[in-house]
């Protein structure tokens, strides 16, 4: 089975700041996806930004963007001008292509953005 | 449209009850993925559901059975509650099973066995 990491179980940033936060992941497959996933105190998750591993071209979306590595299978994520609402727990996420929604997560990081 | 529902928010059950959980998907998803969130092992895969048929299963033991209905929705069951199965469980609904599809979660439900 595939397995994520995330290695920071906390991070702490000031307003305003750039973060950046690890995943690195193990499987054997070629073509998967990889998400960013955020849960904020109120439990809702919701999906920060997806990257296709086929895809050489990191994802951005506004101030958040992503560092692929597929030779070396990680999958970090950067938060540019972190602001109060960016603070939350960050899940990464794998998806196999063949294996339908079977989503694997990390054990996620709760990060605090400091005023 | 109406995200991803599940009901109930809370519940308290004692060891050895067994107990129903349902979500209903967003309207038009006909995948549905069931998660069990604790501290300590964050996100873990107990299920998945399209048309009516069990795609994918996790490892969890038997006691943990899930179904979905011609509308999309789903229930899934534990017996025998242990201790251990108190947990946040999440479902999650997609329209697709197939490329970078996101998945739509509900708030969850907060299971206590004591």
Redesign the interface.
Known sequence: AQTVTQSQPEMSVQEAETVTLSCTYDTSESDYYLFWYKQPPSRQMILVIRQEAYKQQNATENRFSVNFQKAAKSFSLKISDSQLGDAAMYFCAYRSALTGNQFYFGTGTSLTVIP | KA?VTQTPRYLIKTRGQQVTLSCSPISGHR?V?W?QQTP??????LF?Y?SETQ??K??FPGRFSGRQFSNSRSEMNVSTLELGDSA?Y?C?S?EF???????F????TRLTVL
């Not at chain 2, 300590?40 to 895969?45: M, S």
């Not at chain 2, 099973?97 to 998945?103: D, F, I, L, R, T």
Request: overall charge negative.
């Open positions: 995200g995948s993925s998660y300590g092992q964050g996100l873990q895969f998945e399209f795609r994918n996790g490892n946040l999440l999650a997609s099973v197939a490329g970078a599809n996101e998945q979660f509900g708030p969850g």
